[in-house]
């Protein structure tokens, strides 16, 4: 909850989507990526576009753009000019770099030497300054301060061994991917296909559903290819639900994936300099993903729910009952109440109509502060020693309204328990946290953090406990995997970025 409020985000989400089987297709392409994009609204609200291609040769690029939400950037009007492709991608954007301005809304679209390619971005550069500068040398001049442009511009230079009439895009992908070893997942559109690409550190998700006829979405077996309608690509698994999508599998760390009307094909993958781990954002589990999405096999929300038992295990207290802060650290607080035995409540009724933009015009009102948007279930938890479970404490300025509510409201006592550990470092792998001094950890009033915000305690996951937590799920389904095939001689190698929490990047930074 905290992580909203203090303006915490994830930079972007990117879809993809090429119909199977014949063209034209009778497959609405423009309406499962606009409902692709909506499953990720919540990765980005600033602005929303979609490119869309009939996949001819040459292919003509149908674009569409807007500020704000995918359902006010797409309007009826603008899904009917979209309304003649067989392929497409798109993009919902929180700017991590870059100006929240429609002139960086993606994806971003430019013409080569062998056709129009258009490319959709999730992440942020290491080392964005010394590509741009190696761009401009080429005479290529930028139009905006995103780092997809500076992508785009780069596949688009033509490589020393490449020959002038046939261009090599996995082999452009591949001399990308060593100039800048990470953050991306990345959609590029080159005539009738996609590559579906993740850095090969795979620190921002993507993964592959098949489209499938309604009546065999839920079978449990394995549908038929002659079922196939269809391919997406996303960045999280929640999308395919609601566009009638099976899951398919993961890109790998390091993967350059072709989708077309033919099928998914891998094609190669990058390694990663010897001796290093995978680095998969630890926080798309603990807050920014959404809960029924999947990563590495298991779904967010029993990882949630494993660091819930894990801080009981940590932190326990004597108290009456356990609740949370509505609503992303609901499943901790459930685990949270499964271990330590104690009934889990609701506390807080949240109302969902006040938003962060709220007006707040005389001093009344804002001294009413949190009550605007939370009423106290005043009968659940009066005269009992509460339990609040909460995903984050950033800047230590949102939960103390909130306790001094519950207390105000009959609780004896408010006890904080963090379902994540101290965030202490900025990020600049495409999540936009707040600089060092302004994190709640690293201020002198972290020494004595329950009375600062007014609780009668606090406590934090370990590190270590956040690892375990979330990597217990995957050992489980590695052991499974070694007892089904006795041809895996080796688990895969599992490795999370925790830099915001440890300072210990996965790679070294370049500015």
Known sequence: MEFEESGIGEECGVFGCVAAGQWPTQLEVEQILTLGLVALQHRGQESAGIVISNGDSPPKYTVHKGMGLVNT???????LKLHCGNLGICHTRYSTTGMSELQNCQPFVVDTLHGKIAVAHNGELINACALRKKVMRHGVGLSTSSDSELITQLLALTPPMEELDS??????????MIETPTSYSLLVMYKDVIYAVRDPYGNRPLCIGKLVPISKLHNSGATEEEDTEGWVVSSESCSFQSIGAQYYREV???????????????????????????????????????????FEG???????????????????????????????????ALGYAQQSGLPYVEVLCKNRYVGRTFIQPNTRLRQLGVAKKFGALTDNFAGKRVVLIDDSIVRGNTISPIIKLLKEAGATEVHIRVASPPI??????????????????NKPEFKDIADYIGADSVEYLTVEGLVSAVQEGISSLQEKDKIISSTNKTSKRVGHCTACLTGKYPVKLEW
């Open 298 to 332: 298991q779904m967010v929300y029993s990882v949630r729910q494993r660091c819930g038992r894990q801080l009981a295990i940590e932190a326990p207290t004597d108290a009456d009952v356990v609740s949370t802060v509505p609503e992303s650290a609901t499943p901790a």
């Open 73 to 79: 950037a797409f309007s009826p009007e603008a899904l």
């Open 167 to 176: 261009p090599d895009w996995v082999a452009r992908i591949k001399n990308l």
């Open 252 to 294: 790998l760390p390091g993967e350059i994936v072709q989708l077309s009307k033919h099928g998914v094909k891998s094609l190669t993958v990058v390694p990663r300099p010897e001796g290093d781990l995978p680095a998969f954002c630890i926080f798309e589990y603990v807050y920014f993903a959404r809960p029924d999405s999947i």
């Open 424 to 441: 202490r470092f900025p990020c600049y792998m495409g999540i936009n946290i707040p600089t060092k001094e302004e994190l709640i950890a």
